[in-house]
């Protein structure tokens, strides 16, 4: 399968342009629960990290040959600049050098 082949708008739903549909109010169940509730804090997690050490962990030839492909494949005309601007930030998070280089090769301003 040619992920690169694209011949039509690609559907993500939910999206920022179709954010998604709450489900109709379901009957709540008449069954009695007991139990103790606790309270605790959730840590925030970290998407980027493990990205970032996987690429920080190749050579820098490999490091080079995904760049290049990451930009090869924001290069296509049918990628919009705000789409770009997402992915920069998404790679500048897992690691900065690797947002700023591909921002530079795109003509991107990278955000942070």
Not at 42 to 48: D, L
Not at 58 to 63: E, T, V
């Amino acid at each position: 399968m040619n992920f690169m082949h694209r011949d039509e708008e690609i559907d993500y739903f939910p999206s920022r342009y179709d954010p998604a549909r709450h489900a109709e109010q379901y009957p709540i169940p008449p069954v009695r629960l007991s139990g103790k509730r606790d309270k605790c804090v959730i840590e925030k997690e970290n998407n980027f990290k493990q990205p970032g050490e996987r690429y920080r962990s190749w050579a820098p030839d490999r490091q080079e040959r995904f760049i290049t492909r990451i930009v090869g494949a924001l290069s296509d005309p049918r990628v919009t600049h705000e789409v770009r601007s997402i992915w920069v930030s998404y790679w500048s998070q897992a690691d900065k050098s690797l947002g700023q280089k591909i921002a530079s090769r795109l003509n991107v301003k990278p955000s942070y």
